[in-house]
Each structure stands twice: as structure tokens, then as C-alpha cells.
């Protein structure tokens, strides 16, 4: 069950950014690495030329998940917004550049 309402909530994360983006994507992995502490994974995920640097983001089932979100385009809005089953997050939108975190 977790591993469906991770899946879930990744895909839902993959819409949201491929509608913020208004451009494809290209097919570099986003950048994985252990959370601080060990307590969970942490992704990036790089919006730049109006473009994403990736298509989709995994983590492990079960485990807290950090994402940070780099807006490197200079005066375009941005926002990261995760909507899963339980309930919808939320970085503010803000222009870039600017480094946000869920």
C-alpha cells in the first residue's frame, strides 16, 4: 500500500511540474542523495530554459523524501506543489532564481 501511494503521489508530482513547465523535460536522472541524518532521501529537481532537468522523481517507499526545487530562470514564477492522498503541499510561487524545499 505505501509503495502505491508513494507512486501515486510521485506521478501527481510529475504532472505538476510538467504543466508549471510549458516544455519538455530532458532525460537526466534528478540528483538522489540520503537526507541529512539518515532519516530519508533527499531529491533536486532543476528548472532551467523553461525546462525541467528530469521527467519524474522516485524514492524509496516508506521513507521521508526532501525535494528541493531550483528555479534558475530569471524573472519566471515558479512553484513546486505535491498533490498526493494525503492532502496537497506546497512551496509559495516565487520568480527566479530561487531555491525552494519540500
Known amino acids: 500500500m505505501r509503495k502505491t501511494r508513494l507512486g501515486v503521489t510521485l506521478v501527481a508530482l510529475a504532472l505538476v511540474v510538467a504543466a508549471c513547465s510549458g516544455g519538455g523535460a530532458n532525460d537526466e536522472s534528478p540528483t538522489t542523495t540520503p537526507a541529512a541524518g539518515g532519516g530519508g532521501t533527499s531529491l533536486t529537481l532543476v ?48 520568480s527566479g532564481p530561487v531555491t525552494q524545499t519540500l
Open 47 to 94: 528548472g532551467e530554459n523553461v525546462s525541467f532537468d528530469s521527467k519524474e522523481l522516485t524514492a524509496p517507499a516508506g521513507e521521508q523524501v526532501t525535494i528541493t526545487f531550483e528555479n534558475r530562470d530569471s524573472g519566471i514564477r515558479h512553484n513546486l506543489r505535491i498533490n498526493g492522498p494525503s492532502g496537497r503541499i506546497a512551496t509559495e510561487i516565487e
